[in-house]
């Protein structure tokens, strides 16, 4: 169910403290902890406490969680004094989401080039 934790999501496990992470900040209602494959000198995932598939179900059921993730995302970024910084919110396997608990990754610290991928 969404916003419950799930028993076989890596992120769950990481919100209860079961599986470690380098964790950077951590809020009521977000964590976020740095990549364990970072694409970036800066690479940063941002998530709700709360279960959810992906950041589209994650705006439709708790648009003020989303918007958390969001401002987070910006302190992640204030943190690591980045000037500019992108922010990736894969949504869906052919788009690259392997873990089903919506994230933001927070990628900077080099050029980002465009188009991505």
């Known amino acids: 169910m969404a ?11 990481i919100v ?3 599986i470690p ?23 940063v995932l941002v998530i ?3 279960h959810h598939r992906d950041a589209a179900a994650l705006a439709a059921a708790a ?11 910006q302190a ?3 943190e690591d004094k980045l000037e500019s910084y992108r922010v990736v919110f894969n949504t869906g ?3 690259g989401q392997t873990v089903w608990h919506a994230h933001a990754h ?5 050029g980002l080039e465009w188009p991505p991928g």
């Open 106 to 110: 927070v990628l900077g610290g080099r």
């Open 63 to 73: 648009p003020q969680l989303a918007a958390d993730v969001l401002r987070e995302t």
């Open 16 to 18: 209860a403290g079961s």
């Open 93 to 95: 396997s052919g788009a």
């Open 48 to 50: 709700p406490k709360e």
């Open 21 to 43: 992470a380098t964790i950077v900040r951590e809020t009521e209602t977000t964590v976020a902890f740095r990549d364990i494959n970072p694409q970036a000198p800066t690479h």
């Open 3 to 13: 916003g419950e934790p799930q028993d076989d999501c890596l992120f769950c496990k």
């Open 76 to 78: 992640v970024a204030d």
